[in-house]
Nanobody
Framework: VQLQASGGGLVQVGGSLRLSCAAS????????MGWFRQAPGKEREFVGSISWNGGSTSYADSVKGRFTISRDNAKNTLYLQMNGLKPEDTAVYYC?????????????????WGQGTQVTVSS
């Protein structure tokens, strides 16, 4: 397994969760990374991304100001801190490794995908 996401769960509205994604060094160290999510009956959508060295981040408008993406290259681990969770954040969250050093919003820009972790926000 090259990408392993974890940290999902059930949380109340306004609560917080921190997702982690453990990656093999081969696909993590020099690659941009991203988080995506997919709700039932909907297409997978971009949540946020981070460049290979953490110097550049990008977020979907729907999560900007609430979610923070970060990475620890020494641990080959990607994180997504989610605060102020809303029911519409309920989805399966996926981590992905980009094809290059920078991570785009488009799904086609990613080569490797994790298995996903469920996040459910109850009202």
């Amino acid at each position: 397994v090259q990408l392993q996401a974890s940290g999902g769960g059930l949380v109340q509205v306004g609560g917080s969760l921190r997702l982690s994604c453990a990656a093999s060094s081969r696909i993590f160290s020099n690659n941009g990374m991203g988080w995506f999510r997919q709700a039932p009956g909907k297409e997978r959508e971009f949540v946020g991304s981070i460049s290979w060295n953490g110097g550049s981040t990008s977020y979907a408008d729907s999560v900007k100001g609430r979610f923070t993406i970060s990475r620890d290259n020494a641990k080959n681990t990607l994180y997504l801190q989610m605060n102020g969770l809303k029911p519409e954040d309920t989805a399966v969250y996926y981590c992905a490794a980009a094809r290059g050093a920078y991570a785009p919003a488009a799904l086609s820009g990613y080569r490797y995908w994790g298995q996903g972790t469920q996040v459910t926000v109850s009202s």
